[in-house]
């Protein structure tokens, strides 16, 4: 086997067509032949995750590919929350938010996220992936044309795809881009412009400034999904929209608590009319079970903590600021890194698996990222920081970088 020809592109073996629709499945056998040469990369089961330091095959890796910004999943308020919410309300909602599955705690969420991010309300969804799907199915109606960054998150792609209405792409972050693309379009049509305000896989930021004057210009409505702002930047960890100082011009805010809020679940912040038509009308809040009261209850209570203890998104940036420096001095290309995020831009596939494998066996834990994921020539590791790690872990981790870089001659 050629791994090098064949890693990092998983569809070049699918068979499309044929009468069996299963065909493809039991003819694609690129990953169990990845598997078996050692190098294959998702999927790895942690024998515990703690925060800024796992165990994995029984021995302990700096874990620096974990959305757990804040360090709040093992928190004592957090977890006693939760565990608290299932001996009052037990385990499952047991239907969606649209019929039985709407609780007092739902709604008192709700409330503080509306009142964190200065709006009116919020609606909070089983997942933030469900969060611009409800969000889109809802608003991108017939004659509605939703307008894409490029590299937003799959979720507003998906969310366009089962929607009625239209979507169009531009370039990524590119605002020219996106002028020309909102100059074109017909008269008849109600568009909103739907971007991340942190971009997952290179951490970059959104130009939202600029964004915000494009959409005031042409009188078009604005999304932002800051998952990956949400709880690290701005001020308290308001989010990006927040650090950009564009939050009252920006209509719709999404975010998850799957990563600052040490949960999982999702929301959508915005005016009261428009918060409660998504209500009515997104497909999640009417065709899924709704945020189970253990994952409701964490959610609230790390918000209250990030409230209280704000010096934790200062942290979080001051870890990424010092991680992105020191690899920067090794020699590493690391983009326009911004919030936690911190990619290691390697630009070929199998260089980054073996990269990836090369620190895992040296007891960093990171994330590779490959096409389609990335554009071709700009695979990368995902590296994240979060508020819990310490100076020691860091330094421990750009020695390991050093060490491993020189001997790959990476750097």
């Known amino acids: 086997?050629?791994?090098?020809?064949?890693?990092?592109?998983?569809?070049?073996?699918?068979?499309?067509?044929?009468?069996?629709?299963?065909?493809?499945?039991?003819?694609?056998?690129?990953?169990?032949?990845?598997?078996?040469?050692g190098m294959y990369p998702y999927f790895l089961p942690l024998d515990e995750n703690q925060g800024p330091v796992a165990r994995y095959q029984g021995r302990e890796v700096l874990m620096l590919g974990s959305n757990n910004y804040l360090?709040?999943?093992?928190?004592?308020?957090?977890?006693?929350?939760?565990?608290?919410?299932?001996?009052?309300?037990?385990?499952?909602?047991?239907?969606?938010?649209?019929?039985?599955?709407?609780?007092?705690?739902?709604e008192e969420l709700e409330a503080k996220l509306a009142d964190f991010l200065g709006k009116e309300a919020a609606l909070v969804f089983t997942t933030g992936y469900q969060a611009n799907l409800g969000l889109l199915t809802a608003i991108n109606g017939k004659n509605a044309l939703a307008v894409v960054d490029r590299f937003a998150h799959a979720s507003i792609h998906d969310g366009c795809r089962l929607s009625d209405g239209g979507s169009i792409k531009f370039q990524h972050n590119d605002v020219e881009?996106?002028?020309?693309?909102?100059?074109?379009?017909?008269?008849?049509?109600?568009?909103?412009i739907a971007v991340d305000g942190v971009y997952s896989m290179e951490g970059d930021i959104?130009?939202?400034?600029?964004?915000v004057a494009l959409a005031m210009k042409y009188k078009?409505?604005?999304?932002?999904?800051?998952?990956?702002?949400?709880?690290?930047?701005?001020?308290?960890?308001?989010?990006?929209?927040?650090?950009?100082?564009?939050?009252?011009?920006?209509?719709?805010?999404?975010?998850?608590?799957?990563?600052?809020?040490?949960?999982?679940g999702g929301f959508v912040a915005g005016a009261a009319k428009v918060i409660n038509?998504?209500?009515?009308?997104?497909?999640?809040?009417?065709?899924?079970?709704?945020?189970?009261?253990?994952?409701t209850a964490?959610?609230?209570?790390?918000?209250?903590?990030?409230?209280?203890?704000?010096?934790?998104?200062v942290q979080v940036r001051e870890n990424t600021q010092a991680m992105q420096k020191g690899l920067l001095e090794l020699g590493y290309s690391t983009g326009n890194a911004s919030a936690a995020i911190v990619p290691v831009i390697v630009g070929d596939s199998m260089k980054t698996i073996i990269l990836w494998k090369t620190l895992l066996e040296a007891g960093v834990y990171t994330n590779p990222v490959l096409f389609p994921a990335v554009a071709k020539g700009k695979e990368l590791l995902r590296t994240s920081y979060l508020a819990t790690h310490t100076q020691s872990h860091l330094c421990q981790a750009l020695e390991i970088f050093k060490k491993v870089g020189k001997e790959l001659g990476l750097i």
């Open 177 to 192: 881009d996106l002028e020309r693309v909102l100059q074109g379009l017909p008269p008849n049509v109600g568009p909103l």
């Open 277 to 295: 038509f998504i209500k009515h009308f997104g497909h999640p809040m009417i065709f899924s079970a709704s945020l189970t009261p253990a994952c």
């Open 220 to 264: 078009v409505r604005l999304a932002v999904d800051d998952a990956h702002g949400f709880g690290v930047m701005g001020p308290a960890g308001r989010g990006t929209c927040h650090y950009l100082q564009v939050e009252k011009d920006v209509d719709l805010i999404v975010g998850t608590f799957s990563k600052s809020l040490a949960s999982t």
């Open 206 to 211: 959104a130009p939202l400034k600029e964004i």
């Open 1 to 37: 086997m050629n791994i090098e020809k064949e890693i990092g592109n998983w569809t070049n073996q699918l068979q499309v067509g044929g009468h069996d629709v299963f065909a493809k499945a039991c003819s694609w056998d690129l990953v169990d032949r990845v598997i078996e040469s």
């Open 298 to 313: 964490a959610a609230s209570a790390a918000l209250e903590i990030l409230i209280q203890e704000p010096e934790r998104a």
């Open 71 to 106: 360090g709040l999943t093992t928190h004592p308020k957090v977890r006693e929350a939760s565990v608290a919410a299932i001996r009052d309300f037990g385990t499952g909602m047991t239907g969606s938010r649209f019929l039985n599955g709407t609780l007092k705690m739902h």
